[in-house]
């Protein structure tokens, strides 16, 4: 049974609420994208990391598109269903998704309709997710693998269950007509009475915490998926795709020069993006991403450094306005 704590207690109960029950978090800013014609499959095959032509409906994968030089367009999972397949992009990325996949369209079949607007997401985190989502919709249910997606019913309307990202232990995404969003939520709450809504802040830090790169910060054109340890999105055994030459080159021959890194500093001083990641003197990296831990006098923080630097329990400093912080690298990202 999820902790029973107000919906308004703030962002540090919100982040005790995800590490002993669950939470309830509104992703209809993520972009929603269903792409569907007879030729949908090859072309996004043809155009991201992963398999995505072998994709059975029901399942789905995490997939990176990527330009020629294979520097990160954007982190997407990629759902097959009875209609076609349906993209979650990360906020603000469905139109740039949907214009990269149309500038590589010539006479293939393919629509792209942005849901975005139509439809909404709402997002299950925490360590008793799980258990929610069993209660709501059954043990099956619950016992997707990660990205593979159900259809089921809440609030009255017909949804489509993801299993999606880890955030405080597990993570689940219900994707439904923006119509029945508060319905959703509702049903959602009265099997679960414990369940409550979190805000930006707790969802930045579990974000951090699970390593889980974001637009912006570490996926840019500056880094290519193999420094964002997106190794699970990609198919090393798949034919050509947008970037595949210099992906399967950097793997082949060890050339990944930076790996994505997590770590935790004591004190409030929160470091600004960029600032320099330093051990024995030396800048070995930058910070791309970093949050205050509500209620803990904690930094979390990822960032990039060199591969030889990537070692876990190694102490390091890192930059601020304030001066160098001491702090811990927790190890690979992912």
């Known amino acids: 049974m999820s902790p029973a704590i107000p919906a308004n207690s703030g962002p540090a109960a919100e982040l005790r609420a995800a590490r002993h029950g669950s939470i309830l978090v509104d992703r209809s800013d993520c972009g ?4 569907s014609g007879r030729d949908a499959a090859d072309l996004l095959h ?13 399942q789905g994968t995490a997939a990176v598109f990527t330009t020629n030089k294979g520097r990160i367009l954007d982190l997407v999972t990629l759902h097959r269903l009875p209609e076609g397949i349906l993209a979650i992009t990360a906020p603000g990325r469905a139109a740039p998704v949907i214009a990269w996949v149309e500038r590589y369209t010539f006479r293939e079949e393919v629509k792209a309709e942005d849901r975005t607007g139509s439809h909404a997401s709402l997002a299950l985190h925490g360590a008793g997710a799980s258990r929610t989502i069993a209660r709501m919709f059954g043990d099956p249910a619950a016992g997707l693998p990660r990205h593979h997606a159900a259809a089921v019913e809440c609030g009255g309307s017909p949804a489509t269950l993801v299993r999606t990202w880890p955030l405080g232990g597990d993570g689940w995404l219900l994707v439904l007509p923006a119509a029945a969003l508060e319905p959703a939520r509702a049903a959602l709450r009265g099997a679960d009475a414990g369940l409550i809504d979190a805000g930006p802040a707790a969802l930045e830090v579990l974000r951090i915490e699970a390593g889980l790169p974001a637009p912006g910060s570490e996926l840019t054109e500056d880094h290519n998926p193999w420094e964002a340890r997106l190794d699970e999105a990609i198919a090393l055994d798949k034919g050509c795709y947008v970037g595949q030459e210099v992906i399967a080159r950097l793997h082949t021959y060890r050339k990944v020069a930076r790996l994505l890194v997590r770590l935790e500093m004591d004190g409030t001083i929160v470091p600004l993006p960029a600032a320099a990641i330093v051990r024995a003197g030396e800048k070995i990296g930058s910070i791309t991403s970093a949050a205050g831990v509500p209620g803990e006098d904690r930094i979390v923080a990822l960032g990039y450094v060199r591969d030889e630097d990537a070692a876990a329990a190694d102490t390091v400093m890192v930059e601020s306005g304030e001066g160098l912080l001491a702090g811990r690298m927790l190890g690979a990202a992912r």
């Open 32 to 35: 929603r994208i269903l792409f």
């Open 46 to 58: 043809r155009l991201t990391t992963a398999a995505v032509k072998g994709l059975q409906p029901g």
